[in-house]
């Protein structure tokens, strides 16, 4: 299973090998422990769940949830996996560890965040409309125009307002691994990632 928990780390530039100069984004990828195991017979489905960090601290019910595996986890996620994959992937078991070296360089990823929060945000920089003209007499510089007619007599589902923007799951597909540290298990991959720094990221290897 080629996936791990990581946190942004920032981004910086690397020459890639035809001496090309481009941007990467700096994780911290693992070390992850399995913390536990899904099964369609059990479960209904197939998944694996993996624990990273260092919590501040950890609730009984938690602690309990991760005694099985010895581990000391500040998040928790669960990736899922086929049936194929987890009939190929009998020798993960609960209290394994993956690290950065499941990943070679080239890999293609998908690195799933949330992004920042922009909080209430307007039209304009919400949904890139246009704003009104500033001459003759217009005040309708950064309204959002009209909203609806007299019939149905109500504002349709799904109208673009304001409100709150970011703060949403993002996944970005086909990044580039670009350079992996195994030692200290840390990934750079190509191009932006969603989130702030510390911020939780999933990578996923695309098969």
């Known amino acids: 299973m080629k996936a791990l928990l990581a946190t942004k780390i920032g981004m910086t530039q690397l020459y890639d090998a035809e001496g090309r100069l481009q941007s990467v984004t700096v994780l911290q990828a693992g070390p992850c422990v399995v913390?536990?195991?899904?099964?369609?017979?059990?479960?209904g489905y197939s998944a694996a769940q993996l624990g990273f960090g260092n919590p501040k601290h950890t609730t009984k019910a938690r602690a309990g949830h991760l005694k099985a595996s010895g581990a000391q986890a500040r998040f928790l996620n669960e990736i899922r996996t086929t049936e194929v994959e987890a009939e190929a992937e009998t020798q993960i078991k609960v209290g394994d560890t993956l690290t950065a070296d499941i990943f070679e360089m080239g890999d293609a990823v998908v690195v799933t965040g949330t992004s920042k929060g922009k909080g209430f945000?307007?039209?304009?920089?919400?949904?890139?409309?246009?704003?009104?003209?500033?001459?003759?007499?217009?005040?309708?510089?950064r309204g959002?125009?009209?909203?609806?007619?007299?019939?149905?007599?109500?504002?349709?589902?799904?109208?673009?307002?304001?409100g709150r923007m970011g703060h949403d799951r993002v996944s970005v597909k086909n990044l580039k691994i670009a350079h992996i540290d195994a030692a200290q298990n840390i990934i750079a991959v190509t191009g932006a990632v969603p989130g702030p720094r510390k911020g939780l990221i999933i990578i996923r290897g695309i098969a």
């Open 35 to 43: 913390t536990q195991v899904k099964t369609v017979a059990s479960d």
């Open 121 to 141: 945000a307007g039209t304009i920089k919400r949904h890139n409309f246009h704003r009104g003209p500033k001459t003759h007499g217009s005040h309708n510089y």
């Open 144 to 162: 959002p125009g009209s909203i609806g007619s007299g019939y149905p007599q109500h504002v349709m589902k799904g109208k673009k307002m304001a």
